[in-house]
């Protein structure tokens, strides 16, 4: 923003003209384009926003602040480019809001209007190292060279703007330590201009990044340490995948837990439209937290991007748009990321907000009519890339979805459930019983399991016959689901015996493999290989024949069995503690098992 | 208009004030009754502190701190199973027949805020009186500042409520660092006022009527909840009630999202008292105290406790159709109708670990260790050998 206003007297300006809440008309002296952003006057400070509709002279542009005593007749300035991020080293560890500004270096308690500050500090050094030498040819997106940043390697890249041609490096720095406005690089083809490369690069948000060479379907796991998510209904690395339900259901819990425990290089997380307490805890936890794979602390591989619901709703709008496009910068460096929106439905709110107050046609439930061509085009910057020179990077996306009154045909849930691959539907009635994660299991899907990249790598990496055995599970929860259902009509004692047996083994399941305790330090996190020896052991249990007299008989020796099998999941894997509660489990097995 | 434009002439002069909405803010508001435009409808004397613009700036988040004190209430429905901690903002979701306004005031009374402030918006007459005895029986008349908008005013006055009381709270908890508790009754009249003025601004209406930054304009409300990194704190307790115990209307709906859990009161038929419903009563916040300020076995008794109870609703679900009941059924009815005697029960005042301990007390008189399924190590612990009976 600042080196532009240098160039300002190019640009166009304008006056206010009337005012909607956030949603400002503008009379205008000249050409502004769609999406371009402006500055408003009010007294002493400048509120951003950006232009959404225009028809001839007037331009309709939404505020990124409250607009509280701003009057008609108020000065405008348009700025020559959309909303911009600015991409580069410093920004892992970061608490930005929906416009990239760093939330720790604003001033006091209070949010002041028109403050903006700097998403990167310019006068911290890095250590420098070359990759590529004079005379290469290279194009957007290749890396020139890396710093590093916490812990990752953090490449330096050929400008995303400059795609669509190919460079010769007539320059590059050597080894050594620069600032990020350093000039590392000068690439030129022959003819035109040269161009001077720095560490810092800025991006349009709402256009996704697209410097690799193809997008080939996903394959690789990504382990959650989740079991209901990891075993039943698996998703990949530069997979999608959404979580709708009903408030009180654990939504936020759950995407808490994926962004502490999965496998990811880094995880960014907007918080878009939710709850501020609920970003306070990932402030205040995270430098805390330990990331158990590799020992060092959880935020420095995060990133936050907040815009709680108190803050003004156009920046919540970009909020998404914000952390998907540091996402795509990530992968572009070939590493894996995570990132997960919490919630989407507050930003599809924002774009209703807005269409509501510009008097356009509304489609169902007063939601823009390209709702659905919206959210999918996003879900689509998600995905596993394979960049020019060989390496991968992938940008796993799950969001969460708060249907209004629960009711899982409304239009964003149904517009999401058009985008995304997996879907992990929270049931109330799981929730009111106190079965977390209550992600539900056989309403519950991943597109992911039908793939047979997915399978050969499940047999690789896992075991052999696993995909089975995830079938044969979801089998065994479907078949007690129905004999539950039998006994509720017909009464305990007007089924045969072993519908309850049926029962209690997809109970067994249900306890011990699906529902996980978030909050204990052992059960939260569950790694691959102990998710495989638990389901081996449940299925074993499943596939066994008992016998008992009554009815009466199943439920009492079901619940002992799960009890161990809980304490099993409570202690630490292999343990002396673990072992003593399995052999005393399969003492109680020997008993009653028949073959 | 705020209020009503009957016999205005269109001729009439207007003057524009060229500010927004003020209130005068300083230590002589407590005590006050006042209207939605911050004027005493007491008899008292005029307010004399600075003037200041309400409905001011949103707490940067990374300045905020985590709520971590608890609000002890002695009502083991919320302390036991829905624990309640500063800075929190949290709904009654209730029908307008149940005792809310009681409730309310017994938990403002025994949560030893600093500050009470109460936001009356479309109070009837009668309960605004209501408040007021019981404030002042209590003694807690100087702790007090409320803004009243009655049935008798302006429906459309009432928006200006929750905005005067909340910057009286940001006063009283960021200026003095007290421990400041808002209780807003009711905002569905709220929503509703919200919904006339949409409709006079032709803005298209969505679900119920609602218009479409609902959840914003809620949010704007309940995010002023807030602990300040200097020791003062505003928790939020509203009253949203329902119609016909409907939660998928737009209103509680949107604010099941925005706040941080929900209390539901009920009346249980069979000890004939009004408890905390326990199924779908949750209070978000209570992770970050239980077991932690409260005993250690504080989450595993609580859900144990829910669990068997949910044992107990099957049992009955059961027995109304018709089905026998095994042995295990039985000992969970009478499970259930001690735990909603001595426990749910909203007359109940107990510390919190006395309830704990009542529980472990029901749990061995009616159950075996392992049907309650807790981590050994506590129940070797905590276990109350069953009394005979």
Known sequence: MKEKSKEANVHTTGKVFGIVANLVIVHTDGPVSQNEICLIRLGDTLLMAEVIKVSGKQAYVQVFESTRGLRPGAGVEFMGHMLEVTLGPGLLSKNFDGLQNDLDKMTGVFLKKGEYTPAIDEEREWEFTPLVKEGDT???????????????????????????????????????????????????????????????????????????????????ILETGVRAIDILNPITEGGTGFIPGPFGCG????????????????????????????????????????????????????????????????????????????????????????????????????????????????????????????????????????????????????????????????PVTEATKKAARCFYALSQSRADSKRYPAIDPIDSYSKYLEYDEVHEYMAEHISEDWYDKVIKARDYLISGREAMEQINILGDDGVPVNYHVSFWKSEVIDFVILQQDAFDRIDQLTPIPRQRYMLNKVLDICKAEFEFPSFEEVAVYFKKVINLLKQMNYSEFESEEFKKYEKELDEVLTESVLT | MFTGTEGIPTNAEVV????????????????????AYGDPIDRGPELTGEEKEIGGPSVNPVRREQPSRLIATGIAGIDLNNTLVTGQKIPFFADPDQPFNQVMATVALRAKADKIILGGMGLSNDDYLYYRQVFENAGALERIVAFINTTEDPPVERLLVPEMVLAAAEYFAGEKNENVLVLLTDMTLYADALAIVSNRMDQIPSKDSMPGSLYSDLARIYEKAVQFPDGGSITIIAVTTLSGGDITHAIPDNTGYITEGQLYLRRDTDIGKVIVDPFRSLSRLKQLVIGKQTREDHPQVMNAAVRLYADAANARTKQENGFDLTEYDKRTLKFAEEYSEKLLAIDVNLEVDDMLDTAWELFSRHFTKPEVRIKNELVEKYWKEAESE
């Open chain 1, 251 to 410: 939504k936020t819990v759950l995407q808490h837990a994926l962004s502490k425990q999965a496998e990811a290089d880094l995880v960014i997380m907007a918080a878009c439209g939710e709850r501020a307490n609920e970003v306070v805890e990932i402030f205040k936890e995270f430098p805390e937290l330990e990331d158990s794979r590799t020992g060092r602390k959880l935020y420095e591989r995060t990133i936050i991007v907040a815009n709680t619901s108190n803050m003004p709703v156009a920046a919540r709008e970009a909020s998404v748009y914000t952390a998907m496009t540091l996402a795509e910068y990530y992968r572009a460096m070939g590493l894996k990321v995570l990132l997960l929106a919490d919630s989407t439905s507050r930003w599809a709110q924002a774009l209703r907000e807005m269409s509501n107050r510009m008097e356009e046609l509304p489609g169902p439930d007063a939601y823009p009519m390209d709702l659905s061509a919206i959210i999918s085009a996003f879900y689509a910057r998600a995905g596993y890339v394979q960049l020019n020179n060989g390496e991968t990077g992938s940008i796993t996306f799950i969001g969460t979805v708060s249907p209004a009154g629960g009711n899982l045909k409304e």
């Open chain 1, 138 to 220: 290279v194009q957007a997106g290749d890396w020139l060279g890396e710093v590093k940043e916490n812990w990752l390697k953090h490449r330096i890249m050929v400008p995303f703007v400059l795609g669509g041609e190919t460079f010769r490096v007539k320059n590059i720095a050597g080894k050594g330590t620069y600032k990020s406005r350093d000039v590392i690089a000068t690439i030129g083809n022959d003819g035109k201009n040269d161009h001077d490369v720095t560490m810092v690069q800025r991006w349009p948000v709402k256009v996704p990044i697209k410097a690799y060479y193809h997008k080939p379907r996903p394959f690789r």
């Open chain 2, 16 to 35: 524009f004030l060229g500010r927004p909405p003020v209130l005068r803010i300083g230590d002589d508001l407590a005590g006050r009754f006042l209207n």
